[in-house]
């Protein structure tokens, strides 16, 4: 701008300029506004009709009794969270939920790091393995959830033939309430893999090669390599994996209504599912509303806590 | 404490052989530099020096005891690698304590040998930093001071140096050729920068096609290459090699050009190369027979260097610190007024230099003075 005022060229220039256009009637800047609003307007429009607006309309649902076409009808205030942060019942689907959000992070986690560290071993066929870890990547949900109905059937399941041969009593794994999260912590989990694996694999393909050879030249053993270089290494990607691992876990919906549908005995009635059945089965669009916004907070609340603790360790 | 290197070879199928044949006694405090171009295998050697890749065949003794087996930690010695290889999540100091940390010793003695190490590389000043906050020369004094730490009296060095700037460069081979010194340390030091290993190196060893092609001090390479690929290798700008053909009178093919040289008389007839290094050629302003016409000059203060091409089509170089500018498509006269070498027609062979023989028997016989 000084060298500018320097010029005096420049300022009759710019003045000229100046008064014609508030002659037009509009400000300079006013064109790089409207460029503004063009370019950020469709991604604006579809967040303000898919995002925003069912976001701030849940919130608004949940405070009225609804009829059952989802109609707001009497406005009642918080009663909605009261009464449900008094039912035993919610309370036992938060326990559930849980859980099975804590159990599947971990298993994922520690499952996916350690195939993702046997498949950088450079042995004959490893990239049959790495295809394998991987694979789940491709597979829907409800082929999934099928293949492992097939696996727990209490009669002809692979798990129950497998128990009869090794001469033990088959579990009933989708009719016994502690089984029956169990089965479907192990069926996330494996659904899971796949992403984990491929995300933890590139990690570790990324560590310099030359920092275990630096340590080996020290002498350093295996497993302190593992835990002084490798961890510390990836602990972004750990960070990062864990974080969509518990968001997407709270989010369970397709397995636990393929396999278990919330039951037994609302064992597996996650937060999710019973969302599902209040608004879409039992028509209670408000009370569901409610659910879908203590679900938000209690995400929000867990993210929270996960960036607060992990980012101390993630650090470099 | 010497290394010895008998026989070394590396395959990974059995067929192809990456190294082959590397035999070389490495004494004592010794700063000797492994020089070849990029994929010649020095790289490879120096892994399997350490022991971080398995010998194929031959043997490698540390102080006369046999370690070809052993893995690298009881081989006693460190490695300081390219990119560093520091830990971006540790601080200077916890990068330079690493090894002794896992190797559980006193955390008294740690903080020791750790501070010495620091000092010796003036980088007292910085140990709470990490490897990020550090400039590349500072990350490098780090991964040395580690391998100081370490105590070790052999240190493997993979090209250390060329991820630095000219400049630091410069600055940084003299400090490790002091630290080598103040330590005592033996160092094998694996370069592509004949410049590095000629100024650091108490001896050089090539590596070209996964053979040897010559060991010794910087002088005697310079000055007695044993082929043309060290000969051209070694020295800045490359030394010309110019092909000639000996008649069986002694006589060579094309004489119109003059380019003075002599060689001994009784090379058989056949054909040669002779090699003449740049600052071993010079132009005669003077002179009005030309033979060769100036095609591109770079001018480098102190000094230029002519690119020419000789009345035969052969391209030249000369160095010359004349004043006189040159001009682009302006004939000289260009003539050899210093050393000068015959290699076989191969160039695999030196066969003598200045018209005397190569193995130290100054010949007494009779020369020919030639022009090409």
Redesign the interface.
Known sequence: METQAKNPNFNIVSKKKKSVDLSLGYNPYAKDKRYAVLFLGPSLLILAIFVFYPMLRTIYLSLFLTNNLGKPTVFIGLKNYFSLLSSSSYINSLIATLIYVIAVSIFTIAIGLILAQTATKKIAGINFFRTVFSATMGVSVSVAAIFWLFIFNPSVGLLSQLFTALNLTPINWLTEPGWAMTAVVISTVWMNLGFTFLIFFGALQSV?Y??Y?????????KS?QFF??TL??I?PTIFFVSIITLIESFKSFGLIDLMTAGGPNNATNLLVYRIYQDAFLNGNYGLASTESVILAIIIAIFTFIQFKVLEKRV?? | MSIELINISKTYNGSDFILSDISVKIETGEFFAIVGPSGCGKSTLLRMIAGLIPISNGQLKIDGKDVTNLPPQERALTMVFQNYALFPFLNVKDNVAFGLKARKMANSEINTRVNHALELVNLTDFIDRKPGELSGGQRQRVALARAIASDAKICLMDEPLSNLDAQLRNKMRSEIRELQQKLGLTLIYVTHDQVEAMTMADRIMVLNDAQTQQIDSASNIYDTPSNTFVASFFGTPQMNLIPITLKENNQLSAIEISLKFSIIKSLKAGNYLIGVRPNALSIDLESNETNAVVTNIEYLGTHSIVHAQLDNSQEIRIETSSKRNLSVDERISVSVTGSHYVFSEDGQKLLNTNGGYTDGNSSKEPQLQYSI
Not at chain 1, 213 to 221: M, R
């Open positions: 310099p030359t920092l050879e630096a340590a080996q030249i020290e002498g350093v053993s302190y002084h270089i510390p290494m602990s650090t470099y």
